[in-house]
């Protein structure tokens, strides 16, 4: 007899229920439970995980209420070429995603499902991605097989019986279903991590905004709300809607004045967007203050007001370690103290977490993300590249006031830049809307970091959207250039580059928190305040124009940037 | 600051490589705007950079 527990928490909404039990049918699991969102079940979650030794905790002295896992070494990022958007006619996927006939791979998926929870408790999980309520929020509900994506859509996202409240009746929601593509037979062993090491499907179906993900425990493939919803169905449902669902961080700059303005920037992977979300000004720079309001996804709506209005639609961070330190971002390192789940990273023997750059020197005898003892001569590093730290957004001191606020943030400018080492400036200003819509398109990012002066491949990323945009990349042009026809004052467009080289190889910019500079430069065009100069590519600042103080050796030096 | 106008012919070349990857359905005012940066290009130094105001 299959059980459900936490009785209290069954849903009125009759759509919800019928697909539960659909799905319940399909996978067999041996229990359901309704997750409620409290603490009491995160932390059920967690000895739960730690019992199957999936979860090590972490010393509570040094990293309370933490704990770090290791996955299989076949599950570590996101499995691009098994990605799926099952649009009803394959145009409409376009041609930079794979597409598969929605009918054929139902059938396809319903081989694999049958019975693939069995052993397992089947958990159903309802969350919101955005402040709980808000005009401006999705909901969602994924059905996992996973204890590890429980803990994690805690912290990631606004998960519990809340959520089921606003659902109420009749209200809509994205369907999510999950499974690690695991079962267990009787008195069959689980795996430390388990997952399909072979089959793995990560499938959405925009036209009935729903996903199946199947075979795979990690990141991006197994926390539905995060690429999957919250960029891949809400990018479908964004342009059908007349919103913009993006790939950015969301930022706050204040001047000295007090008056805060609010940008939302898009970057593509390691080109380091979680620590300019959470950048630190330079001591120059100190009456000047950035707040964060997201570091990955952004859901921009027109609001009543004739301004544009962002919300964070997660509620954590699900950040790379690698790379992250006291010096590259404070505020990280601040943000992951406590109450933080560490994936793949190296664990110290007095049980602490280290990664490559967290600190100079390895620390002795650690312990691998394969959960071996490291060996120095190896070569292999000691944490996976991309490790990664699941903390809550809460933790972290430069936090935006208004991060709750269900009517979001104004939006006054959009940046966009890549990982670039000739070509491209430091900044420029897109003469208008349309040209800056065309720079955003044709953004790039070296792929590998080029040698000496050499130039790396560079790979065309539009709007660091490639990976994650639901539909026809040439539509999502087509939606931004009319989304700001529409708007009676379009937030500027700049683009950016921090990672120009000189003909040494040298990096010629420092970035990190003398981008504040940039910033400055920015917040001052869009109160138009700030000079520019026509450049046959946009407008550039003057040289006066950017505030240099303290890096005099630069400006001598580096004109070139 | 700097805009190596032969690196920027070679830069806007690539955005005519991706443009014909979506060509089905690539809003028809990106392949103007393309042409007006390369006129713009063509028309300007060969090295456009900002120099330090010296007054």
């Not at chain 1, 100079?360 to 490291?374: A, R, S």
């Not at chain 1, 490639?466 to 009676?488: K, T």
């Amino acid at each position: 007899l299959i059980q459900q527990t936490a009785t209290t928490m069954k849903t009125i909404n009759s759509t919800l229920q019928k697909w539960v039990d659909e799905v319940q049918a399909l996978v067999t699991p041996d229990q359901v439970r309704w997750c409620d969102g409290t603490q009491k079940e995160y932390d059920e979650m967690c000895s739960l995980l730690v019992q199957k030794g999936t979860f090590i905790k972490l010393n509570e002295a040094k990293r309370p209420n933490s704990f770090a896992c290791f996955s299989d070494p076949s599950d570590v990022a996101r499995v691009e070429d098994r990605t799926f958007i099952c649009s009803r006619k394959k145009e409409n996927a376009g041609p930079t995603n794979n597409w598969m006939d929605p009918a054929e791979m139902k059938t396809e998926l319903d081989g694999v499902l049958k019975g693939c929870m069995k052993g397992r408790t089947m958990y159903v999980i309802p969350f919101s991605m955005g402040p709980i309520g808000s005009p401006m929020s999705q909901i969602g509900v994924e059905i996992t097989d996973s204890e590890y994506v429980v803990a994690n859509m805690h912290i990631m996202t606004r998960a519990g019986s809340k959520v089921l409240e606003v659902l109420g009746e009749n209200g809509n929601f994205v369907k999510c279903l999950h499974t690690v593509g695991a079962p267990l037979e009787k008195g069959q062993p689980d795996a430390k991590w388990p997952c399909n090491p072979t089959l793995k499907y990560i499938v959405h179906y925009p036209e009935e905004r729903s996903i199946v993900s199947y075979g795979s425990g990690y990141g991006g493939n197994a926390l539905l709300g995060k690429k999957c919803f919250a960029l891949r169905i809400a990018s479908t449902m964004a342009q059908e809607e007349g919103w913009l669902a993006e790939h950015m961080l969301i930022m706050g700059v204040q001047n000295p004045a007090g008056e805060k303005t609010y940008l939302a920037a898009a970057f593509p992977s390691a080109c380091g967007k979680t620590n300019f979300a959470m950048l630190i000004p330079p001591a120059e720079f100190s009456d000047w203050k950035i707040t964060t309001v997201g570091d990955d996804i952004a859901w921009i709506k027109p609001g009543k007001d004739g301004q544009l209005h962002a919300i964070n639609p997660e509620a954590g961070y699900f950040g790379v370690a690698p790379g992250t330190n006291e010096k590259t971002n404070p505020n990280a390192i601040k943000s992951i103290s406590k109450n933080t789940i560490f994936t793949n990273v190296g664990v110290t023997p007095d049980g602490d977490v280290w990664w490559e750059g967290l600190t100079k020197e390895v620390p002795k005898d650690i312990i691998d993300w394969q959960g071996k003892k490291w060996d120095p001569a190896s070569g292999r590093p000691v944490a996976h590249g991309n490790s990664r730290f699941t903390a809550p957004a809460i933790q972290n001191p430069s936090i935006d006031e208004n991060v709750e606020n269900p009517n979001g943030v104004p939006i006054s400018a959009f940046i966009f830049g890549g990982r670039r080492s000739t070509t491209i400036p430091l900044v420029y200003q897109a003469i208008n809307w349309s040209y800056g819509v065309y720079a955003a398109s044709t953004m790039g990012s070296e792929t590998t970091a080029a040698a000496f002066g050499e130039q790396g491949k560079v790979r065309r990323d539009p709007f660091a959207m490639l990976p994650f945009c639901g539909y026809h990349m040439a539509d999502y042009f087509n939606h931004w250039l009319q989304f700001g026809r529409d708007l009676p004052a379009p937030p500027r467009i700049f683009n950016v580059n921090w990672f120009r080289k000189d003909k040494d190889g040298n990096f010629m910019w420092p970035g990190f928190s003398d981008n504040m500079r940039i910033l400055k430069w920015i917040t001052e065009r869009v109160k138009g305040r700030a000079s520019a100069v026509e450049s046959p590519i946009g407008w550039m600042p003057h040289y006066d124009d950017i505030d240099w103080k303290v890096l005099m050796v630069l400006v001598k030096n580096n004109l070139m940037i | 600051m700097m805009i190596d106008r032969e690196a920027w012919k070679q830069e806007l070349l690539s955005h005519a490589e991706l443009f014909e990857r979506m060509y089905d359905k690539l809003p028809k005012e990106y392949i103007f705007m393309r042409e007006l940066m390369l006129s713009a290009l063509w028309r300007s130094a060969a090295q456009w950079k900002l120099e330090p105001e010296t007054v």
